[in-house]
């Protein structure tokens, strides 16, 4: 199993740029979330999605679309970046069966918007 | 409101020393609570949870956490610290409802001295 895989690794955007940063696990994991991680500021849960078709806002939604077409994809876009989406992004996955379930993570995407 | 804090954001201990890194959550329920690590450059990984029995909880790399509901405390240690244990260090804990979204504390930075 490759686990969470999350491309690219790395991507600089010019401020109105748009872009979407892919997500993709093999655990047939129904629960699926991004993160944001900015210095000094842990992680902040951007969107995410308990199935097919559902897909939620988390705490810092604003600038930012999912969809979950595939149980296997969680794609995250970016419809109009500015320097405030500078930041790590990382992927997460999970069972769905309950909150004690481990919480995968991919290898994040460092995203710059100059 | 849920959250979790990490009083200390930077800590370094010598090699061979031992390590507590100190956790306090809010959360009106039992919590369902994480410790990750994250490596420089990469992605997240567990290294424990608690959800109920036995408050102390043994994990990966030779760390442990005591659950303390008196004191909402979830403090980790290790007895011996290693340098591959430099890393950053975060708390979570599991929100409420079906989806348990992950409320991360900003996370603490451990430093190794050889």
Request: with cysteine.
């Amino acid at each position: 199993n490759a686990g969470v895989t999350q491309t690219p690794k790395f991507q600089v955007l010019k401020t109105g740029q748009s872009m979407t940063l892919q997500c993709a696990q093999d655990m047939n994991h129904e629960y699926m979330s991004w993160y944001r991680q900015d210095p000094g500021m842990g992680l902040r849960l951007i969107h995410y999605s308990v199935g097919a078709g559902i897909t939620d806002q988390g705490e810092v939604p604003n600038g930012y679309n999912v969809s979950r077409s595939t149980t296997e994809d969680f794609p995250l876009r970016l419809l109009s970046a500015a320097p405030s989406q500078t930041s790590v992004y990382f992927c997460a996955s999970r069972q769905r069966g309950g909150r004690y379930n481990e919480q995968f993570f991919g290898p994040g995407t460092r995203l710059t918007v100059l | 409101a849920q959250s979790v804090t990490q009083p200390d954001i930077h800590i370094t201990v010598s090699e061979g020393a031992s390590l507590e890194l100190r956790c306090n959550y809010s959360y009106g329920a039992t919590p369902y609570l994480f410790w990750y690590v994250q490596s420089p450059g990469q992605g997240l990984q567990l290294l424990l949870k608690y959800f109920s029995g036995d408050t102390l909880v043994q994990g990966i790399k030779g760390f442990e956490a005591e659950f303390k509901r008196s004191q909402s405390s979830f403090n980790l240690r290790k007895p011996s610290v290693h340098w591959s244990d430099a890393a950053e260090y975060f708390c979570a804990v599991a929100a409420g409802g079906s989806q348990g979204n992950l409320i991360f504390g900003k996370g603490t930075k451990l430093s190794v001295k050889p």
